[in-house]
């Protein structure tokens, strides 16, 4: 068994102590814990945080970051983002764009996340390399395949799942499958015990076209067809009336909450701070980085605080304890991690370097994270016990060998 | 004379090149440039910006990083900001603390930035340690001092100016002192040639309350008494009817944005679409480290844009090259300098390195900096010609010991 331990690093929660790893998890914390450990990681002028989750994604749409910005969603979309994948995206492509995702979030501290995008067998392999959790979602779209037909890959990916690597249904969209396909994919998520993951209320467009097609709302919709529980996360909800998020809180389901690609697409912003009031378990993505542009989850707790302050015009309506749950414990609830910092939890952490010039003086180190840090000032990275960046590299991958590999396709 | 060349570096526009600076300006840029220089940068896999400008800040705050956050404004202030800087700030504190917002700025690309504090003298030499730009603006506020008296210390910065230091008049607010001292503040401006800043319209209850007051709203009443002309800066502009930005537009007056304070703070967000529509001249600061929580300007132009597009849900109102603007050439404008990346212009430039997981691909360098790096990406900063920051370190001071120093104050 692997085993690790931190030395004098402090906790979120102002103490300094050791804290040692044992295989997957946390074995002990305390003062001056002496034993032998296979590594020795100085933890001095650190913070260690539990690992962020990154609870909706596109990890292979790095390969798309800064193909196009500032322009109207339609032009967007249909002008660049489609021709491009139409073009770009097959196995090979997913996987080493996908690699590139998997170094980025582990540089800056996040040990999962949840995809959503196709060829998710290559999604799996590239968390497999470098040791980041995933539940890769292969994009169920019933306007572009049977259902079925995407049901028997999901099949397969589960017989590939891993510890790391699980599986979770993922429908595209209430637009992109018809009810007939939302049900068989719900179906499939229950008789396989998997989560079901959904984009949903993303834009106004979205609900106005969705509500003259059916009479209902996206959010509404789903409850009505059988689709939300508390085994459901929905993606976005940027547009839903007090009665949904009485449906989503009433289900038990999660909202993923992706606040950087709503604000850049011009999506607007999702009433978090009236999801928290009402007792829904909001968690935080990054979307994919056509629309963000990076999976930077430090970045992501700071423009979810910022936005909810600036639109409700109260600097207390949201605080940085609770943004930080929201990429954490709210994303371990509906994960099932038992992730943390306590004895017994597995061994997700991230350790925060607090040396640098912007992270100085240290009054509150876990304000100086949010509020100051970026996902840059990470230094150690660890999943499930094992150390997967250690402040120089990611260690499962050459990372020239991923640059090169995904500069290659536009060449 | 100093020279350095810049080799291979990529240029904003896309384009790549060699930059020979001699002295304090650009002496050529082109392809394979030789000749003998001091200094030889490896710009390889880089982007060259010109130098970014912070038009608004409180520099020494930086010792107040995180003391207080998510709170009522009034508590804020009253409860924690207020009695702080009442036990704290002496010009040891503000020498120090300054010197660490220096260090830090220079760390993220950032040549200069209008200061108002206290002690100014302090955040003079402070610059000069450091080698970056300033505008040192001694806080005027006739609530607390007589404003000869203020002027008087101002008069002995202006004895102390330099090519780097240089002096600015900062009547903190509308609120903070009387017409007569605001008349006489922008009097002694224009005697001494100066830029004049002053705080106006930064929340709803300043501009409320002085509306009962005066009946006027503040823009309009810098307007009327004679304040606002093409060498006046407001501070925020958050809160400002069409009419105060056609008085703005008018005047010739320029808005320093701070879109992360303003947020963190509750206050709103400022206009910034309607501004530049009118072709009023929108600046970008960061404001102090109390309400923001750092000095990174790349974060302040992706937070500028974030809010924006949120705001008017439209992807398009707000491009990235109109913030880099804001950050740039809007801030040499009002200050005066004749910095760029062209043949002649004063050197103040900044090397950005796109090698970073978070940077690549690289279909748009300039989209990678705004929408997907930070300052940590930062790995040069020259100011006048002189590299202040080296990717290592700040050059002109002991890191270290500034950081020593800045901790002593809370020990």
Not at 66 to 90: F, R, S
Request: proline residues 3%.
């Amino acid at each position: 068994m692997t085993s690790v331990l931190i030395k004098d690093v402090a906790l979120p929660w102002g103490e300094k102590a050791d804290v040692s790893v044992i295989g997957n998890r946390i074995a002990e914390i305390g003062r001056r814990i002496s034993g032998e450990h296979e590594h020795v990681v100085d933890g001095r002028g650190c913070l260690l945080i539990p690992g962020l989750v990154n609870t909706h994604t596109h990890a292979a749409m790095t390969g798309f970051r800064g193909i196009a910005d500032d322009l109207p969603l339609q032009e967007w979309l249909e002008g660049h983002i489609w021709p491009a994948e139409k073009e770009k995206v097959n196995p090979e492509f997913v996987y080493w764009n996908t690699l590139l995702a998997c170094v980025e979030m582990l540089r800056s501290g996040t040990t999962g996340f949840v995809d959503m995008y196709f060829h998710e067998d290559k999604v799996m392999q590239a968390s497999e390399k470098t040791g980041i959790r995933v539940w890769a979602g292969e994009g169920i779209l019933g306007v572009m395949e049977p259902v079925d037909r995407t049901l028997d890959r999901v099949k397969s990916l589960l017989d590939n799942a891993t510890e790391l690597a699980r599986v979770i249904v993922t429908p595209h969209s209430v637009y992109g499958c018809s009810e007939e396909e939302l049900v068989r994919a719900k179906e499939f998520a229950e008789e396989r015990g998997l989560l079901l993951q959904i984009h949903a209320a993303e834009n106004m467009t979205e609900v106005k076209e969705f509500m003259e097609k059916t009479g209902m709302r996206p959010v509404e919709y789903l409850h009505a067809i059988g689709v939300l529980d508390n085994r459901t996360m929905i993606a976005h909800g940027v547009w839903v009336t007090d009665q949904e998020i009485g449906l989503l809180k009433e289900a038990g389901a999660s909202v993923s909450h992706n606040p950087e690609s709503n604000a850049k697409l011009g999506s607007g912003v999702a009433p978090v701070v009236e999801y928290l009031r009402e007792g829904v378990n909001v968690t935080l993505g990054t979307d994919g980085c056509a629309s963000n542009n990076n999976l930077d989850m430090v970045q992501e707790m700071r423009t979810a605080l910022f936005l909810q302050k600036a639109l409700h015009k109260d600097p207390s309506c949201l605080k940085a304890e609770q943004v930080f749950k929201m990429a954490t414990e709210n994303a371990y609830r509906t994960l099932g991690l038992d992730a943390g910092i306590f004895e017994g939890a597995l061994a997700d952490l991230v350790l925060v370097s607090l040396k640098k010039p912007h992270m100085q003086p240290v009054h509150d180190a876990l304000s100086n994270l949010v509020y100051s840090g970026s996902g840059s000032d990470v230094v150690m990275t660890m999943v499930n016990g094992r150390i997967a960046y250690d402040g120089e590299r990611v260690l499962g991958v050459d990372e020239q060998e991923v640059l090169e590999k995904v500069k290659g396709f536009w060449e």
